[in-house]
Protein backbone atom coordinates (compact mmCIF):
# COMPACT_ATOMS: atom_id res chain seq x y z
CA UNK A 1 0.00 0.00 0.00
CA UNK A 2 1.76 3.04 -0.86
CA UNK A 3 2.47 6.35 1.32
CA UNK A 4 3.04 8.86 -1.15
CA UNK A 5 4.48 12.37 0.56
CA UNK A 6 5.52 14.80 -2.16
CA UNK A 7 5.87 17.38 0.43
CA UNK A 8 6.75 16.12 3.65
CA UNK A 9 5.39 17.35 6.94
CA UNK A 10 7.54 18.22 9.17
CA UNK A 11 7.37 17.68 12.84
CA UNK A 12 8.65 20.81 14.33
CA UNK A 13 7.54 21.90 18.03
CA UNK A 14 8.61 25.59 17.10
CA UNK A 15 7.54 28.24 19.08
CA UNK A 16 6.36 31.20 16.66
CA UNK A 17 3.81 34.71 16.44
CA UNK A 18 1.18 34.73 14.13
CA UNK A 19 -1.08 37.95 13.23
CA UNK A 20 -4.08 37.63 11.60
CA UNK A 21 -6.20 40.16 9.24
CA UNK A 22 -7.38 42.67 11.51
CA UNK A 23 -5.22 42.31 14.57
CA UNK A 24 -2.11 44.59 15.18
CA UNK A 25 -0.62 42.64 17.96
CA UNK A 26 1.21 39.69 17.38
CA UNK A 27 0.07 36.11 19.15
CA UNK A 28 2.64 33.69 20.36
CA UNK A 29 1.82 30.11 19.12
CA UNK A 30 3.58 26.77 18.43
CA UNK A 31 4.09 25.47 15.11
CA UNK A 32 3.64 21.67 15.49
CA UNK A 33 4.43 20.67 11.76
CA UNK A 34 4.98 22.58 8.80
CA UNK A 35 5.52 22.04 5.10
CA UNK A 36 4.29 24.24 1.57
CA UNK A 37 1.41 22.95 2.00
CA UNK A 38 -0.22 23.63 5.07
CA UNK A 39 1.12 24.06 9.28
CA UNK A 40 -0.45 22.56 12.33
CA UNK A 41 -1.13 25.95 14.50
CA UNK A 42 -1.14 25.74 18.40
CA UNK A 43 -2.94 28.77 19.75
CA UNK A 44 -4.67 30.00 22.99
CA UNK A 45 -6.96 31.70 20.59
CA UNK A 46 -10.05 29.55 18.94
CA UNK A 47 -9.95 30.05 15.34
CA UNK A 48 -13.21 29.62 13.19
CA UNK A 49 -13.08 26.24 11.72
CA UNK A 50 -13.71 26.77 7.60
CA UNK A 51 -12.83 30.11 7.86
CA UNK A 52 -10.56 31.80 5.21
CA UNK A 53 -7.64 33.67 6.82
CA UNK A 54 -5.25 36.05 6.50
CA UNK A 55 -2.05 35.94 8.19
CA UNK A 56 1.43 36.83 8.84
CA UNK A 57 3.31 33.67 10.60
CA UNK A 58 6.55 34.87 12.17
CA UNK A 59 9.32 31.51 12.16
CA UNK A 60 11.61 33.70 13.41
CA UNK A 61 12.57 38.04 13.54
CA UNK A 62 14.10 37.87 9.86
CA UNK A 63 11.75 35.05 9.02
CA UNK A 64 7.76 36.42 8.15
CA UNK A 65 5.70 34.30 5.77
CA UNK A 66 2.95 36.31 4.37
CA UNK A 67 -0.05 33.55 4.26
CA UNK A 68 -3.48 32.87 2.90
CA UNK A 69 -5.23 29.64 4.56
CA UNK A 70 -8.39 27.45 5.37
CA UNK A 71 -9.01 26.68 8.72
CA UNK A 72 -9.37 22.48 8.18
CA UNK A 73 -10.04 21.74 11.21
CA UNK A 74 -9.35 22.27 15.04
CA UNK A 75 -9.28 20.64 18.42
CA UNK A 76 -9.40 21.62 22.21
CA UNK A 77 -6.53 19.91 24.24
CA UNK A 78 -5.17 21.13 27.38
CA UNK A 79 -6.32 24.27 27.71
CA UNK A 80 -5.10 24.87 24.20
CA UNK A 81 -6.28 25.04 20.76
CA UNK A 82 -4.99 23.22 17.82
CA UNK A 83 -5.82 23.61 13.66
CA UNK A 84 -5.03 22.31 10.91
CA UNK A 85 -4.30 25.44 7.97
CA UNK A 86 -4.66 24.56 4.12
CA UNK A 87 -2.42 27.25 2.68
CA UNK A 88 -4.80 28.51 0.08
CA UNK A 89 -1.95 31.36 -1.36
CA UNK A 90 1.51 30.96 -0.20
CA UNK A 91 3.94 32.40 -2.81
CA UNK A 92 7.15 30.83 -4.21
CA UNK A 93 9.47 33.51 -1.98
CA UNK A 94 8.00 32.15 0.97
CA UNK A 95 8.68 28.81 0.34
CA UNK A 96 12.36 29.37 -0.35
CA UNK A 97 12.08 30.97 3.44
CA UNK A 98 10.50 27.93 4.83
CA UNK A 99 13.39 25.61 3.13
CA UNK A 100 15.64 28.15 4.04
CA UNK A 101 14.33 27.81 7.66
CA UNK A 102 14.25 24.26 7.88
CA UNK A 103 17.58 23.69 6.74
CA UNK A 104 19.11 26.22 9.55
CA UNK A 105 17.44 24.97 12.24
CA UNK A 106 16.22 21.15 11.34
CA UNK A 107 18.83 20.06 8.63
CA UNK A 108 18.93 16.93 10.76
CA UNK A 109 15.59 16.33 10.69
CA UNK A 110 14.83 16.69 6.89
CA UNK A 111 17.67 14.61 6.01
CA UNK A 112 16.51 11.62 7.88
CA UNK A 113 12.46 12.10 7.13
CA UNK A 114 14.09 12.06 2.88
CA UNK A 115 16.14 8.44 3.96
CA UNK A 116 13.41 7.31 5.76
CA UNK A 117 10.96 8.18 2.92
CA UNK A 118 13.38 6.58 0.78
CA UNK A 119 13.81 3.57 2.54
CA UNK A 120 10.87 2.49 4.18
CA UNK A 121 8.35 -0.02 3.16
CA UNK A 122 5.03 -1.57 4.45
CA UNK A 123 3.75 -4.75 4.23
CA UNK A 124 4.36 -6.89 0.99
CA UNK A 125 7.45 -4.96 0.31
CA UNK A 126 6.13 -2.15 -1.19
CA UNK A 127 8.07 1.25 -1.44
CA UNK A 128 5.09 4.33 -0.68
CA UNK A 129 4.67 7.97 -0.75
CA UNK A 130 2.13 10.06 0.47
CA UNK A 131 0.57 12.71 -1.50
CA UNK A 132 -1.83 13.54 1.66
CA UNK A 133 -1.45 17.04 2.38
CA UNK A 134 -4.22 17.42 5.27
CA UNK A 135 -4.81 15.32 8.58
CA UNK A 136 -6.70 12.04 7.80
CA UNK A 137 -9.54 10.63 9.80
CA UNK A 138 -10.47 7.51 10.20
CA UNK A 139 -14.10 7.48 9.24
CA UNK A 140 -16.59 4.17 8.55
CA UNK A 141 -18.73 5.49 5.80
CA UNK A 142 -20.45 3.72 3.37
CA UNK A 143 -19.49 4.41 -0.08
CA UNK A 144 -20.50 3.79 -4.08
CA UNK A 145 -18.28 4.17 -6.34
CA UNK A 146 -17.99 3.72 -10.63
CA UNK A 147 -15.01 2.48 -12.09
CA UNK A 148 -15.35 5.10 -15.17
CA UNK A 149 -12.85 2.50 -17.54
CA UNK A 150 -15.24 -0.32 -17.37
CA UNK A 151 -18.03 1.50 -16.78
CA UNK A 152 -18.86 -0.88 -13.38
CA UNK A 153 -20.10 0.11 -10.16
CA UNK A 154 -19.16 -1.19 -6.77
CA UNK A 155 -19.50 -0.74 -3.51
CA UNK A 156 -16.69 0.07 -0.49
CA UNK A 157 -16.60 1.08 2.82
CA UNK A 158 -14.36 4.10 3.68
CA UNK A 159 -11.10 3.67 6.47
CA UNK A 160 -10.04 7.12 6.30
CA UNK A 161 -10.73 10.63 4.53
CA UNK A 162 -8.94 13.78 4.21
CA UNK A 163 -9.48 16.38 1.77
CA UNK A 164 -7.26 15.16 -1.24
CA UNK A 165 -7.74 11.82 -0.64
CA UNK A 166 -10.21 8.66 0.40
CA UNK A 167 -9.04 5.11 1.60
CA UNK A 168 -11.52 2.13 1.63
CA UNK A 169 -12.07 -1.39 1.45
CA UNK A 170 -13.78 -3.53 -1.18
CA UNK A 171 -13.94 -6.39 -3.16
CA UNK A 172 -13.15 -5.03 -6.35
CA UNK A 173 -9.50 -5.38 -7.45
CA UNK A 174 -8.94 -1.61 -8.10
CA UNK A 175 -5.82 -1.20 -10.36
CA UNK A 176 -3.46 2.06 -9.62
CA UNK A 177 -4.78 5.04 -12.85
CA UNK A 178 -8.53 3.71 -12.23
CA UNK A 179 -10.69 6.70 -12.73
CA UNK A 180 -13.37 6.72 -9.74
CA UNK A 181 -16.63 8.77 -9.25
CA UNK A 182 -17.23 8.50 -5.82
CA UNK A 183 -20.71 8.88 -4.11
CA UNK A 184 -19.97 8.68 0.41
CA UNK A 185 -22.83 8.08 2.41
CA UNK A 186 -22.09 11.31 5.21
CA UNK A 187 -24.84 10.78 7.93
CA UNK A 188 -25.99 14.59 8.77
CA UNK A 189 -29.27 13.94 6.61
CA UNK A 190 -27.80 15.37 3.64
CA UNK A 191 -26.99 14.11 -0.29
CA UNK A 192 -24.41 11.78 -1.03
CA UNK A 193 -20.82 13.61 -0.70
CA UNK A 194 -20.17 13.49 -4.86
CA UNK A 195 -16.14 13.46 -5.92
CA UNK A 196 -13.99 12.24 -8.44
CA UNK A 197 -10.22 10.87 -8.22
CA UNK A 198 -7.79 8.49 -9.16
CA UNK A 199 -6.70 5.03 -7.67
CA UNK A 200 -3.10 5.17 -6.56
CA UNK A 201 -2.60 1.95 -4.58
CA UNK A 202 -4.20 -1.41 -4.19
CA UNK A 203 -3.59 -4.38 -2.20
CA UNK A 204 -5.35 -7.61 -1.43
CA UNK A 205 -6.25 -7.98 2.10
CA UNK A 206 -7.45 -11.84 1.81
CA UNK A 207 -10.03 -13.47 -0.66
CA UNK A 208 -12.16 -10.83 -2.38
CA UNK A 209 -10.98 -7.99 -0.05
CA UNK A 210 -8.91 -5.02 -1.62
CA UNK A 211 -7.97 -2.21 0.58
CA UNK A 212 -7.79 0.90 -1.85
CA UNK A 213 -5.87 4.95 -2.03
CA UNK A 214 -7.71 7.16 -4.17
CA UNK A 215 -6.30 10.82 -4.74
CA UNK A 216 -8.74 12.93 -5.34
CA UNK A 217 -8.54 15.70 -8.48
CA UNK A 218 -8.77 18.27 -6.41
CA UNK A 219 -9.06 19.28 -2.69
CA UNK A 220 -12.79 19.00 -1.64
CA UNK A 221 -12.44 21.42 1.13
CA UNK A 222 -16.64 22.01 1.41
CA UNK A 223 -16.83 18.00 1.59
CA UNK A 224 -14.14 17.55 4.83
CA UNK A 225 -16.40 20.22 6.23
CA UNK A 226 -19.38 17.95 5.99
CA UNK A 227 -17.07 14.90 7.46
CA UNK A 228 -15.51 17.10 9.98
CA UNK A 229 -19.43 18.04 11.29
CA UNK A 230 -20.59 14.41 11.10
CA UNK A 231 -17.71 12.58 13.35
Known amino acids: MPERRSCPRWQINWQSKVRFEGQEAQAPCSLRDLNFKGARLCLEQRL ?3 ARLKLTLCLSEDCHLELEAWVAWHKHTEGLHTHGLYFTRI ?3 DKEKISQFMQSNFRGQMNKQIWEGLSKKEEG ?3 MQDN ?3 ERFSLAFPLR ?3 LKKSK ?4 RTRDISAKGVG ?3 NEELPPQTPLEMWIEIPDKGEPLYTRGEVVWSMSQGVNEYRVGVNLEKANLMGLSRVLRAM
Open 145 to 147: FLD
Open 153 to 156: EGQA
Open 132 to 134: RIF
Open 168 to 170: FIT
Open 125 to 127: GEK
Open 91 to 93: TES
Open 48 to 50: TQD
